[in-house]
Each structure stands twice: as C-alpha cells, then as structure tokens.
C-alpha cells in the first residue's frame, strides 16, 4: 500500500483517510516526519512495515559521523525540534502562507537565532559547520522556514561582523532572540545576477542618508523589522556601495504587494520601496564605499547555508522514498524489490553523501579563512543545490501519482528547495565563480 506522510492539523488528509486504519508506525527524530501508513483493516502489512522502518539507512545515520560529541547533541537538538515544532506544521504553513514567528522564537531559544553570532550580544559563537549541521537537521522538518532563519542569522552575522559596538548592541541581542526579524536587500527590480550595477541612491545630508529606490523578491519584506540595505552612496560599480541598516517604522520606507510564489510559502516575499527615506549615518555598517565587500561576504555564508537547507530536503526525501518502496505493491511484489527502484535509491543516498560533504568541506574552509573559501562556498552551492533538487524530484517519481498530491510531504521539498538553485547566486554565476578563479590561479 501506499506511504502517506500527513501533517497534523490538515483537516483534508484526515477526511481522505476515513477508509482507512491510521497506524502510526515510528516517530524518529532523524527522519522528522509522521509515517503514516494507509492499510486496509484486513490487512497484516502495518505490523511488517513497522518492522521495516526500525532501521534508518546507513547513509541517513551517516549525517552524524565524523561529528564532536557537542555536534551530534545540539543536531539531535534541530532533529527534535524539526520534528516535534516544524514537521507537523509544514504542510499548513506552505497552504496558508504562514509566516511562524512563535515557532522561530522557540527555535531561537535553542540558540538557533544568531547561531554564529558572538556570544556577548546573544549569539551561540559556533563555527560555520556547525551552522550547516544545525540548518540540515532544520530543513528535515520544513525547507521554508530554516531557509528564513538562515537569511535572518545571516544578517545578524553582517551586524555582528561589520558593526560597531554601538550598533551590534542595538541591534544584535533582539535578533538573536528573534524579538525582532531581519532581511537581506541587495537584489533590485533591473539588478540581479549583476548585483554591482544597483541602483538604490543613498544621498548624505547632514547626519542621515537619504534613500530612494526599491529592492525585489526580498524574504520576510514587510512582516521582519530590520532591513540591511546595499546602496549607492557614490560612483559606478562595487566600489560606489555602501551597506545601511534601516528599521521598520521609518518614514518613507514601504512594500509591496505580498508574492504569489512556487514554494518558501512560509515566509512572505515583497518589494522593498525607499521613497526619501532618511536613515542615520550612525546606521551605516563599516565604511562608505565597503558595502558590496560586506554583501558578498555575506553571501559566502549563505551559500552554504542555503545548501545546507538543500542537504535537509534531499535527508528527508530518501526517507520517504525509500518507505514507500518499502510498503507500495506493485505487480504482486513491494516496489522495493524491483532492481532499477533500488539503483535509483543508491543514486540518491550517494548524491546525498557527496553533497554533505562538500557543504562541510567548504563551511570549515570559510571558518578557517581558507583562500580556496569562495570557490568551495560556490561549488557547494552549485553542486548541492543542483544534486539535492534531484534527488527530490526523483523521490517524488517514485511516489508515482501520490507524490503529485499535497497530502504527500516530498512535493513541497521538490518546490521549497527548487529556487535554492537561483537565489543567493544562480548556479550560472557559481560557474562563473568557480571558472574565474582557477584561471586566475598562479
């Protein structure tokens, strides 16, 4: 019979199921789902399958191996809470575009808020790896919402890093706690992959800038409280940009309407508007002229860890694929029999494997200020988000017709994590990333 992963919550999968004995085989915090199993009241094959998901995949429970102690505790801690806070929301939350603020705070009281943010503005202090650790386990339970958590610390890292005592302590201690929510401006309606050619003006008079513009597609625009803007404050090119931080309340500062979009249906997406809005000097991050360097410093960041919230997806998708071969009979036989269906799955734990390790390779190297850094955190992101999209999508073609239908958890993975292949730099840039620096190697 077929594998049917539910939400709690979602009236429409209960009344589809009354035909059906409900029997809850295993709540495993690696896997962060409810399998649900849908068996016909005659039917011995919940006892069989109970006995069949004991066991996760080597591969799966590969996701701890190499770990510190101190790791594997706080990624048992983001498995529990995917589990127990995300999972059984997830599909809600994409239905009825919420936004989960309560949810997030609660994730921030675990320290997941400012998680590589220094200690004394209320940051956790821990490394890059253990940020994408953190985010993997995170996105098992809902891709949308660790995907905004990742944006929301990596803004609270750009304060941290590139701010003042005076602004890191404004700022940071409410972000951290998630009291107050961040977004990241820097793509503009005619500027996208070429992020130097922004347009946004910041002009100085007296003690404020002066902005006008707009920024596009930003995450949490208009429901987050702290915006952290790229701007033009002098000539042409990089060099003419600077970073300013502008609050929620300001005047002149407005939004758009709210995106319709594929999938990050938990986090809202609007415009960004600037219409003379004066924002103070004593906001402004490092110097003038230094914001395209801290914009894609950044970036580097959250390349990875936006790759990390892909490794998350692909986590879950190999799950629920491979229990519902497993369980699904096709032709007298369970489909897990059938040798092209366990290829496939051997292709899609190795994908998984590969691309977890290269997340982690390229997270230490960003940590250690590594030369070879940016190209890792670009490889990562391309390749990770390319292969984990894959191994999604195929998880779903083994669902047949069920994993069309929303009832089933593997479709929203395929549209939560297919734009992670465009935004924080498209793949195509990654290529030019990558391919530039090895021919400018000496």
Not at 79 to 101: G, L, S, T
Not at 414 to 440: A, K, P
Request: aromatic share 8%.
């Amino acid at each position: 019979m077929p594998v049917k992963t539910t939400h709690q919550g979602n009236d429409e999968s209960k009344r589809k199921s009354t035909d059906f004995i409900l029997c809850i085989v295993e709540f495993i915090p690696v896997r962060c789902h409810w399998l649900v199993l849908a068996v016909e009241s005659s039917s011995g094959e919940a006892e069989e399958a109970t006995r069949l998901s004991n066991t996760a995949p080597l591969p799966l429970r590969g996701s701890a191996q190499g770990l510190t102690d101190e790791q594997k505790e706080f990624q048992k801690v983001a498995f529990d809470f995917a589990a127990n806070e995300m999972a059984p929301h997830m599909a809600e939350w994409d239905q009825k575009e919420i936004f989960p603020v309560e949810t997030m705070r609660k994730a921030a009281q675990l320290g997941f808020g400012g998680i590589y943010v220094q200690p004394d503005v209320g940051g956790s202090g821990l490394s890059r790896l253990d940020t994408s650790i953190i985010f993997e386990a995170l996105s098992t339970g809902c891709v949308s919402t660790t995907a905004y958590i990742s944006i929301h610390n990596m803004c609270a890292w750009m304060i941290d890093t590139f701010g003042n005592d005076e602004q890191r302590e404004k700022f940071c201690p409410d972000l951290c706690s998630m009291e107050k929510f961040a977004s990241y401006c820097l793509t503009e309606p005619g500027s996208g992959s070429d992020a130097a050619s922004l347009l946004t003006s910041a002009q100085r008079k007296g003690d404020h800038y002066i902005l006008n513009g707009s920024k596009a597609f930003i995450s949490g625009g208009g429901d987050t409280d702290v915006y952290v803007v790229m701007c033009r404050t002098g000539g042409k090119g990089p060099k003419g940009i600077s970073c300013l931080v502008v609050e929620k309340g300001t005047p002149g500062l407005s939004f758009g309407k709210k995106e319709k979009k594929v999938g990050w249906n938990s986090q809202p997406t609007r415009a960004v508007i600037f219409e003379d809005c004066a924002v103070p000097v004593s906001n402004r991050l490092g110097e003038e002229g230094q914001g395209f360097g801290i914009a894609m410093r950044g970036l580097n960041g959250g390349r990875i860890n936006i790759a990390s919230c892909s490794l998350g997806a692909a986590h879950a998708s190999v799950q629920l694929a491979r229990d519902h071969l497993l369980v699904r009979k096709q032709f007298g036989e369970t489909l897990s029999n059938n040798q092209f269906l366990q290829f496939k799955l051997a292709e899609m734990a190795t994908k998984l494997v590969a691309s977890r390790l290269l997340v982690r390779e390229a997270a230490t190297a960003l940590q250690e200020g590594r030369p070879d850094a940016v190209s890792l955190c670009s490889m990562a992101k391309l390749f990770v988000t390319d292969e984990c999209f894959d191994i999604c999508n195929q998880a779903l073609q083994m669902h047949g017709g069920y994993g069309y239908l929303k009832d089933y958890a593997v479709q929203q993975f395929v549209r939560d994590i297919r734009v992670h292949q465009i935004l924080e730099g498209t793949n195509e840039v990654m290529r030019m990333i990558i391919s530039r620096n090895l021919l400018t190697e000496s």
